[in-house]
C-alpha cells in the first residue's frame, strides 16, 4: 500500500514530516510513503533511511498566505499539488496525507480528485477527546461547507458514522444533530428540515446535542452545517488553550515551591489528555480516495498516527461503506431528497 | 427606581432570589424591588426585612418543562407573567430580572413589552471572560433568534455596542464579526453579506474573529446569529465544565495528599475566574424596557450583581443610546438597508 504525504505542508514540514513517515514505515511493514517536496532537503533529513521511501521532486510550497483556489490551480510544482497528481494518476497510491492549507487541501481534493458519487459535499471530520476515558467524538462537517441544506448534512451523517464505526469498531456510532437544544422542535430551519429525515437513514440517529455536551461522551458522531461546526471545533480549541493560559498563570505563582511544579506535571498529563492532535487527523469524507489533513502543528508523532490513520481507513473500506450507505440512504428517502443536491 | 425580580424562576428560587434582591437593596439606596410570586412563601424568607421591598402574589410557576408562548399566553399567575404585566404597565417599574426558563422570559418580552422602534429582533447578550485580567467579551446573539438575516446583525452589532460602552466604560467598544476565518472574504453567506454592512456602521467594527479567539480578550463584542452563537456560548461552557472534570479527576488521584488538598484549592480560584454568572445576566438587547436573564442555577450573589446591572443599565439610558444609534445606522446605510427587517 502506498501513501502519499505532503513533505513540506504545515509549521514543522519538512524535519517533522519526514521523521513522522519513517515512524510510519517502521510500524506497518506493508506500507510505502511517498514524500513530495525539495528532493535534496528530504534526503538529508532520510539520511540513508531509504527502504519502502519514494521521493517525488516538488520546489514550491502553498503557504496559510495563498489562495486555495488560485494556489491549486498556479503552483503546480507544489509539493502539495504533485501530492494531488500523485494520488490521482496512481491506482496503487490509497491515500494522502497534509499538515499543509486546509483550504489549499480541501481544494485540491475537490479539483483533482472529485467525489464519492451520490456525495454532494465532501465534509471535514475531526475527532475531539471527552471526558470518557478513551472515547472520543467525530464533528462533521467543520468548515467545508459553511452554506448547508438539509440533503448535504444527510450526507454528512452516513459518512461519519461509516467513519466512526472503523475508527471505534462500534457496529452502529450514536449520530446526533448539533442544535441549540433537545427537543425535536428546536432549531434554525435547517435542524428542523433535517431532523426527521436523519431517523430515516440507515444509521444510530439518536437525535438533538447541545453544544455543552459535546465532550460528554454520549455520542460518537455529530453532525453540523461547516459553520455551526467550525465555531463549535474552534471554541473547544480556544477555551481548553484560555484554560491551560490560566491554569499556568495559577502554577507560577508557586513556580519555586515544589506544589507549582507538580502542578506543572500534573498539567502536563491532563493537556496530553485534551490533546486534539494525537488522534491523527481530520479526513476529508466523501473523496474518491483518501485524504487527511493533519494539523498544522503536527509533530512527528501526529503525523505517524495520521498516516496510520489513513492505512486503516483504507484496509477497512471506509469509501465502500460510504457508498454503501448511500444506496442505502437513497433506498430510505427515496430518489428526489438525495439525488438533487449533487453538485 | 423599580425593578421587578421574578421570585420563583430558577433551579434555586426562591430563597436565593429573594436573598439576593436583599442584598441589591442594601447596595442601592434609592431601588426598590418588587417581588413576584407566593406571597407567604416570600414574606417568610423576607422575615420582617420590608423596606423597599413590595410583594405581588402568583401562586403559578413557569418551569423548563413549559412550551415558552402557551405558558406566557396561558399561565397568566404564574410569577413570570405577573412580573412581566408590572413591567408593562407601570412606567416607575424599569426593568425585569429572571433565573427562569430562558425561552419564557424571551417570549415574554417580546410579546409583553415589545421592540424598541426600529429595531428587528431583540436579541440575548451575554458576557464571557477572557484570559485577560478583568476584560470581559459579550456575544450577540446567542440563541433567541435562529435564523437570522445581515440587517438583524447589524442590530445586533448597535445593540451590543451600546451595552458593552455601558459596563465596561469605554467609548468605542471593539466589535467582531463571528467568523470562520479572519480575513475579509471568509465565512458563509451570511457573513460575506453583513461584513461590507457592518464596516460602514457608527460603531468601532474591527472584523472577522475566529471561535478559538472569543477569549483572547482582544474584542469587547462578538455579533453572530443566535444558531452558532448558541453553539459557541454552550461549547465554551461544555469545555470548561469538562476541563473541570478532568482537573478534578487529576487531583483526586492526590486527595489524601496535601497537593490534592492545595490542588483543589488553585483550582477553586481557576474556577471563580472562568465563572460566567458572577458578571450577572444576560439582557434581551432590544426591548422597549429593560430583560436581564440570569442563569438559572445563579445564586445569592449572582441575583444582587443581575439587579444593580439592570440599575445600572437603566441610570445609563441603554435603550435611549440604542434608539440613537439604530437613527444614526438608518442615515449611514440608508432606509432600504434597515427599514425591511422590521417584523
Given at each position: 500500500?502506498k501513501?502519499v ?27 510505502t ?8 532537503r528530504i ?13 517525488v ?14 494556489a ?36 485540491g ?37 459553511v452554506?448547508c ?12 458514522s461509516a ?19 433537545a ?13 426527521p ?16 455536551d459535546v465532550?460528554?461522551g ?11 461546526g ?11 488553550s ?21 502542578m506543572?506535571g ?53 469509501n ?24
Open positions: 500500500m501513501i504525504v505532503d513533505a513540506f505542508g504545515g509549521d514543522n514540514a519538512p524535519v517533522e514530516v519526514v521523521e513522522g513517515a519513517v515512524l510510519a514505515l517502521a510500524k506497518k511493514k506493508d506500507l510513503v511517498v514524500l513530495t517536496g525539495d528532493q535534496k534526503s538529508e533529513i532520510l539520511n540513508g533511511r531509504t527502504e519502502r521511501v519514494e521521493i521532486d516538488a520546489k514550491d510550497v502553498i503557504t496559510n498566505d495563498d489562495t486555495p483556489t488560485l491549486i490551480r498556479q503552483k503546480k510544482d507544489s509539493s502539495l499539488v504533485r501530492a494531488f497528481d500523485l494520488l490521482k494518476e496512481n491506482d496503487d497510491v490509497v491515500g494522502l496525507v497534509s499538515a499543509g492549507s486546509t483550504g489549499a487541501v480541501l481544494t481534493a475537490i479539483l483533482k480528485i472529485g467525489r464519492i458519487k451520490g456525495i454532494s459535499r465532501p465534509a471535514l471530520c475531526p475527532i475531539l477527546p471527552t471526558v470518557k476515558k478513551d472515547k472520543t467524538v467525530m464533528i462533521c462537517d467543520c468548515g467545508a461547507n452554506d441544506k438539509s440533503e448535504h448534512l444527510l450526507h454528512f451523517a452516513i459518512m461519519a467513519y466512526s464505526s472503523i475508527m471505534s469498531g462500534q457496529e452502529s456510532p450514536k449520530v446526533a444533530l448539533l442544535n441549540n437544544g427537543e425535536e422542535h428546536k432549531g434554525n430551519e435547517l435542524c428542523k428540515e433535517t431532523f429525515l436523519l431517523k430515516k437513514l440507515p444509521i444510530n440517529f439518536v437525535g438533538n446535542v447541545e453544544a455543552r465532550m460528554s454520549d455520542v460518537d458522531v455529530i453532525v453540523t452545517d461547516g459553520f455551526a467550525n465555531v463549535l471545533l474552534k471554541s473547544v480549541e480556544g477555551v481548553a484560555g484554560m491551560s493560559k490560566l491554569i499556568k498563570q495559577e502554577a507560577k505563582k508557586n513556580v519555586f515551591s515544589m506544589l507549582g511544579a507538580l506543572m500534573r498539567f502536563k498529563g491532563l493537556k496530553a489528555k485534551m490533546d486534539i492532535n494525537k488522534y491523527g487527523g481530520a479526513p476529508f469524507l466523501g473523496c474518491k480516495k483518501l485524504v487527511v489533513k493533519t494539523h498544522g502543528t503536527a509533530n512527528r508523532e501526529v503525523i505517524k498516527n495520521t498516516i496510520l490513520q489513513v492505512a486503516k481507513l483504507y484496509e477497512s473500506g471506509l465502500e461503506k460510504i457508498e454503501s450507505l448511500v444506496l442505502k440512504m437513497t433506498e430510505s428517502l427515496g430518489e428526489e431528497k438525495t439525488g438533487g443536491a449533487n453538485g
